[in-house]
């Protein structure tokens, strides 16, 4: 059998955001956000969506509505889609990746000249200042690397503005990844988008209160990979560091999403393990 969705129903909360997903995408915009929540908007979505198709206006995906989604492009799962992933266990963590070194983020993007503030004088205890590059032939290291593009795959996603920063040269497989995402049909998994860019340490690591002085990139363990514009977090609410990932079926779960991800060299921070588990984070890996 395959899902079938109702206000009030007994729903799956990924299918809903599926449903909510391809309302949007057919211009139904009414749904508001996309957030597993099978209400008073979806089910007037789905009204809408049901005159559109010229079928019985119950307000339910119920057979006939799915019928004609389906033929528009909608993907049907067996009702017991998620119920197999949970036992299969995972996703798998990866043997040939890892999240990469100051070395290796060195080699790969760059090394930068930074300095911390003094606490009072920062949005957030990890925030650092970059300047320019560790041999002084660039002045202005994020100028240089980081660039602002457009990701047309996040435009449904709460919190994003049509930017994506990142480093120049991990944007070509930032944007492979998203659209291996989109043909593989599970963009309705990505709910909310909260940054890539991000000059700072890693939660926690920040040395203290007081100002320091220039430090070099490759000499900090402690840095974030934000801070190179390698990574990017994703439906943090359900997913915090610390927290186990929200599970398949369950709202905000990205667990489907990393298969595809680790193919594209990009390793998931569900797979760091310990207190350091960060299920929103996906990052450049190193091999």
């Known amino acids: 059998m395959p899902f079938l969705l109702s206000r009030g129903g007994k729903n799956v909360i990924t299918e809903v955001q599926r449903w909510q997903y391809f ?43 799915l019928q004609a989604a389906a033929s528009l492009g909608y993907t049907v799962l067996p009702d017991d889609h998620y119920e197999q992933l949970k036992q299969a266990g995972g996703p798998p963590k990866p043997t040939n990746l890892r999240s990469p070194d ?31 590059s560790c041999d002084g032939a660039v002045a202005d290291w994020v100028a240089a690397n980081i660039v602002t593009v457009g990701m047309p795959q996040l ?26 995402w989109q043909k593989a049909d599970l963009l309705h998994l990505i709910i909310s988008y909260a940054g890539a860019f991000d000059a700072r340490y890693i ?63 990009i390793y998931w921070g569900g797979h760091f393990g310990g207190t350091r588990v960060d299920g929103m984070h996906f990052e450049i890996a190193a091999s």
């Open 203 to 265: 939660k926690g690591g920040s040395p203290g209160d007081a100002a320091h002085s220039a430090r070099l990139s490759r000499d900090v363990s402690s840095l974030s990979n934000h801070a190179f514009g390698s990574a990017f977090d994703i439906n943090t609410t359900q997913n915090w560091i610390g927290n186990t990932p929200a599970d398949y079926g369950e709202k905000g779960c990205v667990r489907e999403l990393v298969g595809i991800a680790n193919k594209a060299s």
């Open 102 to 132: 100051a070395a290796t983020r060195d080699a790969s993007f760059g090394c930068f000249k930074f300095v911390q503030l003094p606490i009072a004088n920062r949005d957030r205890p990890e925030r650092i200042v970059i300047r320019g």
């Open 155 to 180: 435009e449904l996603a709460d919190g994003y503005t049509g930017r994506f920063r990142c480093h120049r040269q991990a944007e070509p497989l930032f944007r492979t990844l998203f659209e291996a």
């Open 23 to 65: 309302l949007r995408r057919q211009g139904i915009s009414q749904i508001g956000k996309i957030d597993g929540d099978f209400g008073q908007l979806t089910e007037t979505g789905t009204r809408f969506f049901q005159v559109q198709a010229g079928i019985p206006t119950t307000g339910k995906l119920d057979t006939r509505t």
